[in-house]
T-cell receptor, first 114, second 116 residues
Framework: NAGVTQTPKFQVLKTGQSMTLQCAQD?????MYWYRQDPGMGLRLIYY???????DKGEVPNGYNVSRLNKREFSLRLESAAPSQTSVYFC?????????????FGPGTRLLVL | AQSVTQPDIHITVSEGASLELRCNYS??????LFWYVQSPGQGLQLLLK??????LVQGIKGFEAEFKRSQSSFNLRKPSVHWSDAAEYFC??????????????FGAGTRLAVHP
C-alpha cells in the first residue's frame, strides 16, 4: 500500500517548456487535489477532482490544466512554464470531498523553471 | 473570508522541553480543524483533527491540540519534544468551496528546530 505517489521528484524546465506531473493513489479514494507550496504561504489549491470524471478550479488555477485519467490517477500539466511556477507541487487524495475528510499527501515534486 | 494564521514562523526548543505551536483561525461556523506535519523532503502527514465534542484532541506521536472557540485558536502541544519532531507544522481549516465541496485553507507554517 504505497498511498499517494508522485513523479517526478525533481524537474528543471526552461521558460516556455511543457510538462506533466503525475499522481496516483491506491486507497480507492474518490477525491484528488493538486496544491503548490511556496515559502511563507502554506499550500494553495490549484485544482481538484471531487470524483472520477469531474475537475474544478481551485484558488490558483491559471497556467495549469488537469486530467482525472481514472479513479487512481490525477495529472497536472503546465503547457508553457513560467518562472512564477517554480514551486513544490503536492498531490493529495481523500475518500470524499466533505468538510471533515482527511487528505493524504504525496511526497511532492520540486519544480524549477529557469 | 476564512483564514488561518500561525504567528510563529520559526521556533527552537531544547530536546525534552515542552512545545506549544499557535494557530488562530477565522471562520464563521463551527470549524473543522487540522494539524499536519511535514518532515524535510516529505509530504504532509496528519497529526490530528477536530470536528466537534471534546475540545482537547489527541493525535499521533504524542501531540495534542486544544480548540478554544472564544479565542479562535487551535494550538498544538507536546509535553516533551524529541529531536525527530524537527519539522514544519501546518494548521488548516476546512472551508466550503464551489460546487458544495470543501477545501483546506492552510496557515503559512511554523518551522520547529530541536536542540540536543
Amino acid at each position: 500500500n504505497a498511498g499517494v505517489t508522485q513523479t517526478p521528484k525533481f524537474q528543471v524546465l526552461k521558460t516556455g517548456q511543457s510538462m506533466t506531473l503525475q499522481c496516483a493513489q491506491d486507497m480507492n479514494h474518490n477525491s484528488m487535489y493538486w496544491y503548490r507550496q511556496d515559502p511563507g504561504m502554506g499550500l494553495r489549491l490549484i485544482y481538484y477532482s471531487a470524483s472520477e470524471g469531474t475537475t474544478d478550479k481551485g484558488e490558483v488555477p491559471n497556467g495549469y490544466n488537469v486530467s482525472r485519467l481514472n479513479k487512481r490517477e490525477f495529472s497536472l500539466r503546465l503547457e508553457s512554464a513560467a518562472p512564477s511556477q517554480t514551486s513544490v507541487y503536492f498531490c493529495a487524495s481523500s475518500e470524499g470531498a466533505g468538510q471533515g475528510e482527511t487528505q493524504y499527501f504525496g511526497p511532492g515534486t520540486r519544480l524549477l523553471v529557469l | 473570508a476564512q483564514s488561518v494564521t500561525q504567528p510563529d514562523i520559526h521556533i527552537t526548543v531544547s530536546e525534552g522541553a515542552s512545545l506549544e505551536l499557535r494557530c488562530n483561525y477565522s471562520y464563521g461556523a463551527t470549524p473543522y480543524l487540522f494539524w499536519y506535519v511535514q518532515s524535510p523532503g516529505q509530504g504532509l502527514q496528519l497529526l490530528l483533527k477536530y470536528f466537534s465534542g471534546d475540545t482537547l484532541v489527541q493525535g499521533i506521536k504524542g501531540f495534542e491540540a486544544e480548540f478554544k472557540r472564544s479565542q479562535s485558536s487551535f494550538n498544538l502541544r507536546k509535553p516533551s519534544v524529541h529531536w525527530s519532531d524537527a519539522a514544519e507544522y501546518f494548521c488548516a481549516v476546512a472551508a466550503p468551496f464551489s460546487g458544495g465541496y470543501n477545501k483546506l485553507i492552510f496557515g503559512a507554517g511554523t518551522r520547529l528546530a530541536v536542540h540536543p
